[in-house]
C-alpha cells in the first residue's frame, strides 16, 4: 500500500473515537492517522491521543475552536501534503462510514483514479436507517449539484473518500470556499475540472448511534448556494459550451 494519512475531523466524538481508530487499525494496518479536533468539551482530542499512544502512528491535532468540516481538511490535506503521502482519505468518525471499506478506496487510486468515493447512491449503495426525509433531501441535493455543474458522481455529498495526492496537490486549497456538505461538493467538482478520474464504490451508510448529528439548515443552504454560484457562474462565462453541453477544462475560479 502506498503512503496514506487518514484525516478525521472531530468535535464532541469521544463516544465514538475509540471504535473508529480500533477499526481504522485493523482494516488499513499500514495508514497513518491525523485527527483533528476543534476543541472539543467532551475530551475527545484526550480520548484520541490515549488509544492512538496504544495503537501507534496516531497524532492529534487540537485547534483553539469550532472552525469547520472544509478547515479541518484542508489543514489535513496540507499536512499530508507537506510530509510527502501518497494517499490521502477523508471519512467521518461517527461509524457511520466503516473503516472496512477503506482498503477498496485506496485499491481504486491505485488502479489510476484520482478521487474514490463510497457512494450511498451507485448500484450496491445503502442507507438503511434514514427517514424519508433525510434521503429525498440527500437525492435531491445531489442531483442538483450533479446536473447544475455537469459532474458525473451520483453521490457528491460523500465525505468517504480518498485522493491522490499528485493530483490534490495540483488545486489552491486556500481558494476552497466551502465548510459544510458544500465541501465535498467542490472538492469533486475541481478535481472532475482537473481532468481526474473521479469512481465511486457502494457503501453502507449507517447513521449515528452516539452523540448528534452535525447536520444543520445552515449548512444544507450553504451547499445550495454555493452549487447555484458556481453553475451560474460557469455558464456566464461559457454561454456557447454550456447550450452545447460541453464540459469546461478548466478549474472553477470559486
Do not use: C
Not at 82 to 104: F, I, K, W
Not at 114 to 133: C, D, E, F, K, T
Not at 178 to 201: D, K, N, P, T, W
Amino acid at each position: 500500500m502506498r503512503r496514506t494519512l487518514v484525516v478525521l475531523p472531530t468535535y464532541l466524538e469521544a463516544e465514538n473515537l475509540e471504535e473508529v481508530l480500533r477499526r481504522l487499525r485493523a482494516a488499513v494496518p499500514g495508514a497513518d492517522v491525523l485527527v483533528i479536533d476543534d476543541s472539543s468539551p467532551d475530551g475527545t482530542a484526550e480520548v484520541a491521543k490515549a488509544v492512538g499512544g496504544e495503537l501507534g502512528r496516531v497524532e492529534v491535532l487540537v485547534r483553539p475552536g469550532k472552525s469547520g468540516l472544509g478547515s479541518a481538511y484542508r489543514s489535513g490535506f496540507r499536512e499530508g501534503l507537506a510530509r510527502g503521502y501518497e494517499v490521502l482519505v477523508e471519512m467521518d468518525s461517527d461509524l457511520s462510514h466503516d473503516p472496512a471499506a477503506l482498503p477498496a478506496l485506496i485499491a481504486a487510486i491505485d488502479q489510476g483514479a484520482a478521487l474514490a468515493i463510497g457512494s450511498r447512491y451507485v448500484p450496491g449503495g445503502r442507507i438503511p436507517n434514514w427517514s424519508l426525509y433525510r434521503r429525498s433531501l440527500s437525492r435531491w441535493g445531489n442531483r442538483y449539484a450533479a446536473r447544475l455543474l455537469r459532474l458525473d458522481v451520483a453521490d457528491a455529498t460523500s465525505g468517504f473518500r480518498a485522493y491522490d495526492a499528485s493530483v490534490l496537490g495540483q488545486l489552491d486549497l486556500d481558494a476552497v470556499r466551502a465548510e459544510g456538505y458544500g465541501f465535498q461538493i467542490e472538492m469533486a467538482h475541481r478535481i472532475s475540472r482537473l481532468g481526474g478520474r473521479v469512481v465511486e464504490l457502494p457503501i453502507d451508510f449507517v447513521e449515528r448511534t452516539q452523540g448528534s448529528s452535525k447536520m444543520s439548515l445552515p449548512i444544507v443552504i450553504e451547499a445550495f448556494v454555493l452549487v447555484t454560484m458556481w453553475g451560474a457562474s460557469e455558464r456566464l462565462r461559457r454561454p456557447g459550451r454550456a447550450r452545447r453541453g460541453r464540459r469546461p477544462h478548466a478549474a472553477p475560479s470559486v
